[in-house]
């Protein structure tokens, strides 16, 4: 089984600012680009045609999702393990202008620390690997020996946040170091299920 994560177009916001789960747009042209790239996986050796398509529901994926259903694209399935981190009071906000106090006190704990009215990167890392588990039963269709061009294929439209912790818990990284992963908007990252194990195929392509 081969899932393509892929993180959505730039976001139509203020440099600078803190909008995890806050619904924001996309840049108009950024977007046009990300719709255009991701019709070219289809029939090309870096993606078959995915059997089913899961986006978070926040509209900078969503919409992507839905410009690209139609064939060979099924209609995506929202998904709301797949939002981005909740990062509470800071939404909205600047870094600049979030207290240094509870962005350090972050930074120190990462894992574990909650910004307030929000949610750890723990809790953000346990529902993406909940959403992967549960797509992990449709992989077994794609048994020890079988070509990988007959396994089955998901994209996934989704944040930095749920990419990043993904990748990690597949290597078996710590999550201490969240956030110093480089992941472009519109980017793609492959992760394959075989032989009862995920692995990173390629990371920001």
Same mark, same amino acid.
């Given at each position: 089984m081969?899932?393509?994560l892929?993180?959505?177009?730039k976001?139509a916001?203020p440099e600078?600012?803190?909008?995890g789960r806050?619904?924001?747009?996309? $840049?108009d042209?950024h977007? =046009? %680009?990300v ?5 070219t996986l289809h029939?090309?050796a870096?993606g078959?045609?995915p059997?089913? +398509?899961?986006?978070?529901p ?6 992507v @999702? %839905?410009?690209l259903a139609?064939?060979p694209?099924? /209609?995506?399935v929202? /998904?709301?393990?797949? =939002?981005?981190?909740?990062f *509470?009071h800071?939404?909205g906000?600047?870094?600049?202008a979030i207290? &240094? @106090?509870?962005? /350090?006190?972050?930074?120190e704990n990462?894992r574990h620390? &909650?910004p307030? *009215? #929000?949610e750890?990167v $723990?809790e953000?890392? =346990?529902?993406g690997w909940r959403?992967l %588990?549960?797509?992990?039963?449709a992989?077994?269709a794609?048994? @020890?020996?079988?070509?990988d061009?007959a396994?089955p294929?998901?994209a996934?439209?989704?944040? =930095?946040g +749920?990419i990043?912790?993904?990748i990690?818990?597949?290597r078996?990284?710590?999550l201490h170091?969240? *956030?110093?992963m480089?992941?472009d908007? #519109?980017? +793609? ?5 075989? $032989?009862?194990?995920w692995r +990173?195929?390629?990371?920001? *392509?």
């Amino acid at each position: 089984m081969k899932v393509w994560l892929i993180r959505h177009p730039k976001p139509a916001v203020p440099e600078g600012t803190c909008y995890g789960r806050t619904d924001v747009g996309t $840049d108009d042209a950024h977007f =046009a %680009q990300v719709v255009e790239r991701l019709r070219t996986l289809h029939g090309s050796a870096d993606g078959p045609t995915p059997l089913q +398509v899961y986006t978070s529901p926040l509209s900078r994926c969503s919409r992507v @999702a %839905q410009a690209l259903a139609g064939a060979p694209w099924p /209609d995506p399935v929202v /998904d709301p393990l797949l =939002a981005e981190m909740h990062f *509470g009071h800071w939404e909205g906000q600047p870094w600049s202008a979030i207290p &240094r @106090a509870e962005i /350090d006190a972050w930074r120190e704990n990462i894992r574990h620390w &909650r910004p307030p *009215g #929000g949610e750890t990167v $723990d809790e953000l890392a =346990a529902r993406g690997w909940r959403f992967l %588990q549960s797509i992990t039963p449709a992989a077994n269709a794609g048994a @020890a020996g079988t070509p990988d061009a007959a396994r089955p294929a998901v994209a996934v439209l989704s944040h =930095a946040g +749920v990419i990043q912790t993904l990748i990690k818990q597949v290597r078996g990284e710590p999550l201490h170091r969240f *956030g110093g992963m480089k992941l472009d908007f #519109g980017s +793609v990252t492959l992760l394959e299920h075989a $032989d009862g194990q995920w692995r +990173v195929v390629r990371e920001n *392509g």
